[in-house]
């Protein structure tokens, strides 16, 4: 089975993605756990797969290595954390 793993699937394009792919298991990642355990929760409900979550801010290098550090398998992997909105 393909695992995928979405950072910022949290929320916005990243959830999206995450609904369409909830069925093959994704692990959602972000730095807000409240948030992470909100959308677990309406995956879950969503429909059948595997839904883990990953706390991590990937502006921090420390936490990026420990996302990748463990045995887990991840066959792809999609970013969709930003804050590009600009002011
Ligand atoms: N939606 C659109 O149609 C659209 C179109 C063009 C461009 N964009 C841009 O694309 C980006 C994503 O859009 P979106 O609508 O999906 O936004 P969103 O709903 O704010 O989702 C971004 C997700 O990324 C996570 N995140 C942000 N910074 C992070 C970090 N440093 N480390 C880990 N996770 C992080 C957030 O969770 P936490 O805050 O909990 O970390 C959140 O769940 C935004 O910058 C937006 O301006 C969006």
Redesign the pocket.
Known sequence: MTETMI??????????LARVLVAEGVT?????????AT?RADLEQAGSGRVQTRR?????EE?VAELFAGDQQVDRVAV??????GS
Do not use: E
């Not at 950072?7 to 999206?16: C, L, N, R």
């Not at 969709?80 to 909105?85: F, L, M, P, S």
């Open positions: 950072i910022g699937g949290g929320s916005g394009m990243g959830f999206a959602i990642v972000g730095r807000s756990i409240d948030r992470l959308a991590a801010d990937i502006g921090r936490d969709t954390a930003a804050d590009i909105a």
